[in-house]
């Protein structure tokens, strides 16, 4: 049986406490998507520079190397899901270049990130993760760049196909300044949120996660205010990591807009390294205890000793279904220009692929090539 929602209001220190005045939260307006003349869209809205310095707002672009190892492709992914999505689940792993949805190809998008390392983290830990019903797909690509063309229309709810997010100054590894703030934690079903308004309740939080389209979380707890504080945060808590991703994909900087402010601002989430207990500072809303996790919940790729990837499978993927997705990505690096990549096939994909091909084979299918833009040659 599960116990009403109780609320632990922080105490005062002393006898001049007085009640922080409340906040009014505003509808959210549609989003809108800024594109370049080519019609790529230009990442996220930027965050409300009233709370940020110009230092943390500028954006290295040495910190993004074109080489082989920063795109990826993901596939099997929730037609809700835009390239803002995408970025707000990748971002915590390292910064994002470019994110392109493939137009024939429904559920497929390749992702540019800064360097190997953030591909590395990204693919180990939310391959095979589930969001909105769909267990992700991540594979490793020989692209070391992903090209922007012209016209290349939208998704099914408005948004760019494309988006562009090197200047983006939600990425959180973009200089070192804002770099030696963000810490590489593997996913879990207690999220951090920082930048909400100051004197936020937990309702407040509650109800700026259920707006974007999340589940609301049974546990919150917003942190006391210090002196000098210009934002609130605190700790949101889920059952499953499945909720608390799906919160982190619809709610990480999404704008919150208050009645007086001219500004919004936008909430930024990230991993926890701790669950929420019953000894934290601050106003909290504990609408149940959490439930005991299962081994069940995370399926992720590990690196074994020597450096192989391994995968560990979850029942619910279907085993045939890689084989047909690494042949989608062969055709996309070869109309990338990653033709060599043939002479360097291992036996197993030989036998794969059932017989080489020669090099007029190739160019008499080539009305069957697929290119990086999802469209037939």
């Known amino acids: 049986m599960i116990p009403p929602a109780g609320v632990q209001p922080m105490r005062p220190l002393d006898t ?64 809700r899901v835009n390239c803002d999505h995408l970025f707000n689940l990748f971002c915590l792993y390292g910064n994002v270049a470019r994110i392109k949805f493939l137009k024939t190809r429904p559920g497929v998008a ?92 937990p309702e407040d939080i509650c109800r700026i996660f259920t707006d974007s389209g999340a589940m609301a979380p049974p546990r919150v707890v917003i942190f006391t205010t210090k002196e000098g504080q210009k934002t609130s945060l605190g700790l949101v808590e889920w059952d499953t990591l499945t909720e608390a991703l799906e919160a982190l994909i619809l709610a990480n900087h999404r704008p919150i807009h208050l009645s007086g402010f001219t500004h919004p601002f936008h909430l930024k989430i990230a991993f926890s390294p701790k669950p929420i207990s019953e000894d934290r500072a601050g106003i909290s809303l504990i609408r149940y205890p959490a439930p005991p ?67 007029k084979d190739e160019e008499s299918k080539a009305g069957s090539k697929v290119t990086e833009n999802g469209d037939k040659a």
């Open 16 to 79: 001049g406490f007085t009640t922080p005045s409340r906040i009014v939260i505003l509808p959210t307006p549609p989003p809108v998507h800024q594109v370049n003349t080519n019609g790529v869209g230009i990442g996220h809205s930027t965050s409300n520079l009233s709370i940020s310095t110009p230092a943390t707002r500028q954006s290295d672009l040495s910190v993004f190397e074109a080489i082989e190892g920063v795109v990826l492709m993901v596939s099997n992914i929730p037609q």
């Open 110 to 201: 390749l992702v540019q990130v800064g360097n190997p390392e953030a591909a590395d983290l990204i693919h180990r830990y939310f391959n095979g993760v589930c969001v909105f019903g769909k267990n992700l797909q991540l594979h490793h690509s020989k692209i070391t760049e992903l090209k922007e063309h012209e016209n290349l229309g939208t998704l099914s709810d408005g948004s760019p196909v494309m988006k562009n997010y090197m200047m983006d100054p939600n990425n959180r590894f973009r200089n070192s300044m804002v770099a030696a703030k963000s810490r590489i934690l593997e996913p879990s079903r207690t999220l951090h949120f920082f930048n909400a308004p100051l004197n936020s309740t």
């Open 293 to 359: 996790l299962t081994s069940t919940q995370y399926h992720h790729n590990s690196l074994s000793a020597n450096g192989q990837r391994t995968v560990e499978k979850s029942n619910s993927v279907n085993n045939d279904e890689p084989e047909d997705e690494l042949e989608i990505l062969s055709k996309i690096e070869k109309a990338e220009g990653c033709e060599n990549s043939e002479s360097t096939k291992t036996a197993s994909d030989t036998a794969k692929s059932g017989s080489t091909k020669s090099s």
